[in-house]
Structures are given as structure tokens and as C-alpha cells.
């Protein structure tokens, strides 16, 4: 394994064989079902046989403490913004009403607009998400809202009026690029010490620019670069850390100038997609290992297990359809490798931009339990769900079809497909046909129900799916089967985000106030 001087090729980082003879130090400790109970257990890596080596690299992880028994979601807020779609009104955060009791359920109760134009509100987090394993309860009162556009970061007030949200700080782009010179901002996560740690895509100019900048917890003032300056990645755009293992892992994005005119083919081979996993010290803030995923691979999303003892996670390649699994090969010297768990085939087709079409995997989630790990998408149109008990061989038991491109009917003709008979029919929900493919989700904590939206990025949305700018984007409700595995889109649930009094507009993350799937990291 080479250090942050030099990248490691995915080549050599799937051969590496993990060594067995010394045993690490460490002993993992975790939940396990016993006989239909938990209990505490220990195990020692040094118990297995040297030639187990699957045992030890995809190891059966406990499940989390009683995630099942918080109550159900009841609201969503769900970001939103008019950018590309010739409406000249300001982005704004919408609390849906998700309880099915309630006189406006599937409704939009109350609208935050933002105070500028086009800022692009894209993604969301929680001031406070960094947890104890034993009490997964927290205060969510504060919402940070990174644009990716403008690079303004809002904060907003949720906790004094959960339905109706007020706006309570902002920072303006200048301060980001001043102090930090970054900009394009993306993925939020609260930090074990209470700061709020923000991804960046970009430079001020929208050159490719990878690294984090730093928030303080409880005043929210901009503190400055998280990462050492001389240590940025090229590109960047998600991440997720443990504690216990003291590794925080990012994944690579798109040169955001480049990517803001739209998927180009003649882009490809010319390094504006990103095509690095990044591994850092967490506690030093330090680069320590990169792999190379493959040009033009583009590795979007990337999700730790919630088990907070678990050193391996997923992370998904939009353009090249693999999902990577990472794990610390060695305990001792903390170094990790990958290994390809997924591949979902591209599909021949006429009347596309491509002579073939990637899935595009705009993002992944993975229930509480660590049970089942959920894929969207975006162009062929499906959400995924794969059986993870054994984490090296994720296994396919849930999929449908809420959209894509390869719908029948369509401009686009499938002409040879490695997994599809024929092409989907167009999904219709209370008389509305769906247009679009779905991009962001979020699981409720019991892992029975899991939202999705279907905006990836307003130029891009514009280029694939203009009906969705027209007709505005909508959320709809997967119910997820938790004992077989199973999906089935709910013909009784739809947000339609084109009957916004201000026109319709492009929906993307999901956050509820109880909780979620994607928000608490446990420590």
C-alpha cells in the first residue's frame, strides 16, 4: 500500500492478502442475536483459521441497539431549488408531512425560502449526528444547508418550530472562499467533538478541489480548513468516518466548471471525473492511503456499517456501475484495500447520448440493522435492495423500476441488456406519470419505509430528464419487505413538487427530525 505521496492501484490493493500470523491487538466487541435475544460478545480475529479469510473480511457484524423502537417519522425536510428551471424565485427548504394520520399527509405544510437566487441547495445534515452506540437519541435543532452553486452555507432553526422551520444564520460565499479557498459545497456531517464537518467540490473558479471545511458546533461560525492544506484531493464530494478505528473515508466527485455545462462525453479520459477513494486520519487530519478506482468510475456515495466496531463500508462508482467494499486489512498498521462486491452491467442502447448507458448509482444507503443496502439508479431507473450478511457477497432480493431512461415508449431503445427481458413501463402514482430516475434516498429507522427523490443536479436533470424541469420533481415511498427482502413502490404516497404556488421545481435530500439512516454515525 502506498501512502498519500503516491495512489494505490485498485490492482494491487485486491490482491492484497491480509496476514493472519500476528493477531491484532484489538477485540471487537459488539450486539448479537442469541437465540432470540441480545447480548454482549467479544471476538478474537486470532480464533480463526489462516486460510478463513472470508470469515474475517466479511464477518456477520451485530446489529444496532433497538433502532425499531423510536417512533415513526412524522416530517421530512426536503431541499428544493429553481435553479435551471427559468423560474426566478429563491431555493427553499419543505417540510413534508409524513404521517398518515394527519388531514395533509404527503403534503407540503410549510415553505423556507432561502434569501438569493440559484444557490442550488443540494445537500443537508444535522448539527448534532455523531452519537453514543448505547443512546442513538439527539437533539436535532439546527439543519445546515451547503449550497453547492453559490457556496453559502444556511443554518436553520428547526428546533423552536419543527413544522415550521426559520432561518437563523447564513454565511456568505465570500467568507468560504477567503478563509478556506474552497467552494461547491456538499456533504455534512457533525464531528465527535461537536464540530460540523462540510465536503467541497471545488475552488473558488470551480476547478477540482477536494477537502472539508470546519464548522463550529454551537455558534456555527466558520472555523477554516479541516485537512491539512497541502493534503487536498483533487476532487471531492462524500464522506463517512468511525471513530473507533479512527478513519474518516471520502470519495472523489466531479470538477464542478466542467460538470456545470452538463455531461459531455468528450469529458471522459480527461480527469473531470473524479476516480479516487480517499482514506484519512481522522484525529490527525491526515491523508494516509489512496486507491485508484478506475478512470472516468466517478465514486459518488460512500457509507461506513453503523455497527461503530465495523472497519468496512461500500462505496458506490457512478459511471462504471461497481460498488467497491473497503476494509482494514491489517488491524496493526491500520492500512485498508478494496475489493469490487457489485457490479451492475451497462446496457446497450440507441437514441442516448452513449452507444451504452451506466446505472448511474447517485446514492446508497444501508439500514440501521446492517442488514440490507439500498442502491438508486438514476438512469436506468430502479432502486436496488441487496442482502449484506455477508459483506463481501452482497445478494440481490429487492428491485423496481420508479422511472429511467430505458422506460418503454421512450427515445431510448434497449438493444441488449444483461438483466432485463424486456423494457420497464412508466410508473403512474395517482394519475401522474413520473418522470426522471431516482437519485437521493433516506430510510426511516425501522427500515420498513425508504423515500426517494429523483433531481440529481439541476444541469444534469435539464440535459436527461427536461420533463422533470418542467414538471417538477416528486418523492415518492418504497415499502421495503425487512424479513425476505422486497420492494414495492406505494401507490398511495407522492409529493408532487410541481404544484409548488411558485412553479415547479427539483427536489433532492431528505432529513427527519427523529432521525434517520444517514445521519447519526454511532461512536
Given at each position: ?208 478541489k477536494g477537502g472539508f471545511i470546519v464548522l463550529d458546533g454551537e455558534t456555527f461560525e466558520l472555523k477554516g480548513n479541516w485537512e491539512n492544506e497541502c493534503e487536498a484531493p483533487p476532487t471531492g464530494y462524500d464522506f463517512w ?59 459518488l456515495s460512500v457509507k461506513f456499517l453503523h455497527n461503530p466496531d465495523a472497519a468496512e463500508g461500500y462505496v458506490s462508482c457512478a459511471l462504471s456501475g461497481i460498488i467497491y467494499r473497503f476494509y482494514k486489512a491489517c488491524c ?125 443536479y439541476s444541469t444534469w436533470d435539464k440535459q436527461f430528464y427536461p420533463n422533470v424541469v418542467r414538471e417538477g420533481s416528486v418523492m415518492l415511498q418504497i415499502d421495503v419487505d425487512t424479513e425476505k427482502g422486497g420492494l414495492t ?35
Amino acid at each position: 500500500m502506498e501512502l498519500c505521496s503516491g495512489v494505490t492501484d485498485k490492482s494491487h490493493s485486491l490482491s492484497k492478502q491480509v496476514d493472519m500470523e500476528t493477531p491484532p491487538a484489538s477485540v471487537f466487541h459488539g450486539i448479537v442475536l442469541l437465540q432470540g435475544g441480545r447480548g454482549r460478545f467479544s471476538f478474537h480475529s486470532s480464533l480463526l483459521l489462516n486460510s478463513d479469510r472470508c470469515k474475517l473480511q466479511c464477518y456477520d457484524y451485530p446489529v444496532c441497539p433497538d433502532v425499531v423502537k423510536v417512533p415513526r417519522e412524522e416530517l421530512a425536510y426536503v431541499t428544493c431549488t429553481y435553479r435551471e428551471t427559468c423560474i426566478n424565485q429563491p431555493d427553499f427548504l419543505a417540510t413534508v408531512d409524513l404521517n398518515p394520520r394527519s388531514p395533509y399527509y404527503c403534503q407540503v405544510i410549510h415553505r423556507l425560502p432561502m434569501p438569493n437566487l440559484k444557490d442550488e441547495l443540494h445537500s443537508s445534515g444535522w448539527s448534532a449526528g455523531c452519537v453514543c452506540f448505547d443512546n442513538i437519541t439527539t437533539k436535532r435543532n439546527k439543519l445546515i444547508l451547503p449550497c453547492l452553486i453559490s457556496s453559502r452555507i444556511y443554518v436553520v432553526d428547526v428546533g423552536s418550530q419543527c413544522r415550521a422551520p426559520k432561518l437563523c444564520k447564513m454565511i456568505e460565499p465570500v467568507d468560504v472562499f477567503w478563509k478556506c479557498n474552497k467552494g461547491h459545497l456538499s456533504i455534512v456531517h457533525s464531528l465527535p467533538n461537536g464540530d460540523i464537518l462540510i465536503a467541497n467540490m471545488g475552488d473558488p473558479a470551480g476547478n477540482g478541489k477536494g477537502g472539508f471545511i470546519v464548522l463550529d458546533g454551537e455558534t456555527f461560525e466558520l472555523k477554516g480548513n479541516w485537512e491539512n492544506e497541502c493534503e487536498a484531493p483533487p476532487t471531492g464530494y462524500d464522506f463517512w468516518y468511525q471513530p473507533r478505528h479512527n478513519v474518516l473515508i471520502s470519495s472523489a466527485g466531479l470538477v464542478p466548471k466542467r460538470a456545470g455545462r452538463g455531461f459531455n462525453p468528450d469529458d471522459l479520459k480527461k480527469g473531470v471525473f473524479g476516480r479516487r477513494l480517499n482514506v484519512w486520519n481522522l484525529s490527525c487530519r491526515t491523508l494516509t492511503q489512496c486507491f485508484d478506482l478506475g478512470e472516468d468510475s466517478l465514486p459518488l456515495s460512500v457509507k461506513f456499517l453503523h455497527n461503530p466496531d465495523a472497519a468496512e463500508g461500500y462505496v458506490s462508482c457512478a459511471l462504471s456501475g461497481i460498488i467497491y467494499r473497503f476494509y482494514k486489512a491489517c488491524c496493526e498498521r491500520d492500512t485498508w484495500s478494496v475489493e469490487e462486491a457489485i457490479q451492475i452491467p451497462a446496457k446497450d442502447v440507441t437514441g442516448w447520448i452513449l452507444p451504452k448507458m451506466p446505472a448511474f448509482t447517485a446514492d446508497m444507503v444501508i439500514s440501521l440493522d446492517d442488514k440490507y443496502l439500498y442502491l438508486s439508479n438514476w438512469l436506468h431507473g430502479d432502486i436496488r435492495q441487496y442482502e449484506i450478511s455477508k459483506t463481501c457477497k452482497p445478494r440481490l432480493v429487492g428491485q423496481v423500476f420508479v422511472g429511467g431512461s430505458i422506460l418503454r415508449g421512450g427515445p431510448v431503445t434497449v438493444c441488449r441488456d444483461e438483466e432485463l427481458k424486456c423494457q420497464p413501463e412508466p410508473l403512474v402514482i395517482k394519475c401522474k406519470r413520473v418522470y426522471g430516475g431516482p437519485c437521493k434516498m433516506q430510510l426511516s429507522l425501522d427500515g420498513k419505509r425508504l423515500y426517494v427523490t429523483n433531481s440529481f443536479y439541476s444541469t444534469w436533470d435539464k440535459q436527461f430528464y427536461p420533463n422533470v424541469v418542467r414538471e417538477g420533481s416528486v418523492m415518492l415511498q418504497i415499502d421495503v419487505d425487512t424479513e425476505k427482502g422486497g420492494l414495492t413502490v406505494n401507490k398511495n404516497f407522492l409529493v408532487d413538487f410541481g404544484k409548488e404556488p411558485n412553479g415547479p421545481c427539483l427536489a433532492h435530500a431528505i432529513r427527519f427530525p427523529c432521525g434517520d439512516s444517514t445521519s447519526d454515525i454511532l461512536a
